[in-house]
């Protein structure tokens, strides 16, 4: 059972202004000397990081305004791309970026850009995309009025999910992103801004979360002992059967997330059986829970049967 992490102690963080300049003042821990200033400089295109030399919060934000207003001042006077176009823009980050994903995500790219182009005119300068505009795209998009590749549909319309709505939006905002940080190869800045920075799309009330089937449970069941491990006790390197049988069926029994059920430890078993929980029961922690909330939750017989054959094949660990 894997040793669990510590939740680093909170610290303290302002932040001034908009992406790309957006600039913030914080503590690196809370037992730092000195408050540090991190923002993006969009000259030498790295992220500057220096320190303040006090610790002084109400003079760290006020800095953190003045450097926001400089960097806009400077963004205003420079130079953009020539006929900056939505169009050439796409086909700008594609050649930088969309060669670069995984061949299964590029046809998606490709989509996107299709759709949009369609969707908002290609011809048009990204500066001038207003959060009207999106509000209209999500509204057209999710009751069919716009299909997947930008086309207006007059009749047979198919809507789609929130989430699908969703993630067009959030592609189009990292494209326009990228485009206020990046230059052409003449050097210009390719937009001065997004101008759709602060818009959110409507979320998803209820996501499909995909859940496997009981016959998938069974047949990765089957494989399991086929799994193998290295281990490195006592100085030898050996091949053994991994806990990924076990991994399964803790997870499957208890309903938990597999990232909890890795960081278990033995303290947090009770294996005492009582009226209650006559196979015992796991005390799950609060830094491992979404809710942060520690719980003792009893074990069911398989559940108990797979702590039992890791307790039995583990060796120097403690007996709980």
């Not at 050649?95 to 011809?123: F, Y």
Request: a positive charge; aromatic letters at 6%; charged letters at 40%.
């Amino acid at each position: 059972m894997a040793r669990r992490k510590r939740r680093r102690p909170k610290t303290w963080r302002h932040s001034v202004g908009d992406k790309p300049h957006t600039v913030t003042v914080e503590e690196r821990s809370p037992n730092d000397d000195m408050l540090q200033i991190r923002y993006w400089d969009p000259r030498t295109q790295k992220y500057v990081r220096k320190s303040l030399g006090h610790r002084d919060r109400d003079e760290a934000e006020k800095k953190a305004a003045k450097v926001y207003a400089d960097l806009r001042n400077q963004d205003e006077h420079d130079p953009l791309a020539k006929d900056i176009t939505l169009a050439k823009l796409f086909a700008a980050h594609k050649a930088r970026n969309t060669r670069l994903k995984v061949q299964r995500s590029q046809p998606e790219d490709e989509r996107r850009i299709e759709m949009w182009i369609r969707a908002l005119k290609g011809h048009i300068d990204p500066h001038t995309i207003t959060p009207d505009d999106m509000k209209q795209f999500q509204h057209s998009r999710k009751r069919g009025a716009i299909d997947a590749r930008g086309n207006r549909v007059a009749t047979d319309r198919k809507s789609v999910r929130q989430r699908t709505v969703e993630l067009d939006i959030i592609w189009l905002k990292g494209v326009l992103n990228w485009g206020t940080q990046n230059r052409d190869r003449e050097g210009q800045i390719f937009l001065r801004c997004n101008p759709i920075v602060d818009f959110k799309p409507k979320k998803e009330k209820n996501p499909r979360r995909p859940v496997a089937t009981q016959d998938r449970y069974e047949a990765l069941l089957a494989k399991a002992d086929e799994v193998e491990m290295e281990v490195r006790w006592n100085g030898k390197r050996e091949k053994r059967r991994s806990y990924f049988r076990e991994l399964l069926v803790l997870c499957h029994e208890t309903g938990r997330r597999i990232t909890p059920v890795c960081q278990l430890r033995f303290e947090d078993l009770r294996l005492k059986k009582t009226k209650e929980a006559p196979f015992g029961g796991i005390v799950w922690p609060e830094d491992t829970d979404k809710s942060d909330t520690e719980y003792v939750a009893p074990l069911t017989p398989a559940a108990r049967e797979a702590i039992d054959c890791i307790r039995r094949e583990r060796p120097n660990t403690s007996q709980a």
